[in-house]
């Protein structure tokens, strides 16, 4: 089973701030890599599929790019909107795999 | 717009088969792949395992054959039964619908999630 680890597990920032969050896989995926945005008590939200294609109405701040085992999500501006846990996933083989996740919270 | 809708007993109690329905509406469920997930109190996402077209379903060996996920194209719903469940089943459980192309899965559209307790 392919093995997903994102670090970091929580970051602290402020509204404006660039944010980066790096996924790592077990074994080489190409480009099945997804990112998902968690806000508690919702649904978890599409944000960006096949590294780096962004979801219909997801802002352009969000990007992603890697391909092979390293990936990396970015938020170019972070707003009070975007505090929420983030999690990759790969599509590359069953079972499909998350991270751990990587919680984004207010400094 | 696709919408789905998680349904089924909140407390399951021990050793009993934890059983939940997903409702889509706004579209047919005879194409695409359809997921559960869950997620324990306190920690991340884990794949249940997705059914599609025909009734297939691919699970996550991680629960011990003791899922089992269907398709009910006549009521546009699928469902989750889990036998056999421990404290450790307690979870947010959500659908999702996955879309499978050349870019590989991916859960476009989610359900609003349900709670289900194992207890005694």
């Known amino acids: 089973d392919i093995q997903m680890t994102q670090s970091p597990s929580s970051l602290s920032a402020s509204v404006g701030d660039r944010v980066t969050i790096s996924c790592r896989a077990s074994q080489s995926i190409a480009t099945y890599l997804n990112w998902y945005q968690h806000q508690p008590g919702k649904a978890p939200k599409l944000l960006i599929y096949?590294?780096?294609s962004l979801h219909s109405g997801v802002p352009s701040r969000f990007s992603g790019s890697g391909s092979g085992t390293d990936f990396t999500l970015t938020i170019s501006s972070l707003q009070p909107e975007d505090f929420a846990t983030y999690y990759c996933?790969?599509?590359?083989?069953?079972?499909?795999?998350f991270g751990q996740g990587t919680k984004v919270e207010i400094k | 717009q696709v919408q789905l809708q998680e349904s089924g007993p909140g407390l399951v109690k021990p050793s009993e088969t934890l059983s939940l329905t997903c409702t889509v509406s706004?579209?047919?469920?005879?194409?695409?792949?359809w997921s559960w997930i869950r997620q324990p109190p306190g920690k991340g996402l884990e794949w249940v395992g997705y059914v599609f077209y025909g009734g297939n379903a691919i699970y996550n060996p991680s629960l011990k054959s003791r899922a089992t996920i269907s398709l009910d194209t006549s009521n546009n719903q699928f469902s989750l039964k889990l036998s056999s469940v421990t404290a450790a089943d307690t979870a947010v459980y959500y659908c999702?619908?996955?879309?499978?192309?050349?870019?590989?899965?991916?859960?476009?559209?989610w359900g609003k999630g349900t709670t289900v307790a194992v207890f005694s």
């Open positions: 706004g579209g047919s469920i005879s194409i695409y792949y």
């Open positions: 999702a619908r996955d879309l499978k192309g050349w870019s590989g899965n991916h859960m476009d559209v």
């Open positions: 996933q790969q599509s590359y083989s069953t079972p499909l795999a």
């Open positions: 096949a590294t780096s």
